[in-house]
């Protein structure tokens, strides 16, 4: 989306930033998966997780 519209480089900052972060937030939520869903549906909660 920026590129075109941002300096090339602002457009890559950017990129590198949400490519470096979007692990560690999801991780961060795959690790609050067994305090948000009760116990009979955390295998499946788990797996819906893992497929995105």
Do not use: C, E, K, Y
Not at 17 to 45: C, N
Request: glycine share 18%; charged share 10%.
């Amino acid at each position: 989306m920026g590129l075109g519209r941002l300096p090339f480089a602002v457009a890559v900052l950017i990129a590198v930033v949400t490519g470096l972060l979007g692990p560690a937030l999801s991780g961060g939520w795959t690790a609050q998966l067994p305090r948000v869903v009760p116990g009979g549906r955390l295998p499946r909660a788990n797996a819906l997780d893992a497929i995105g």
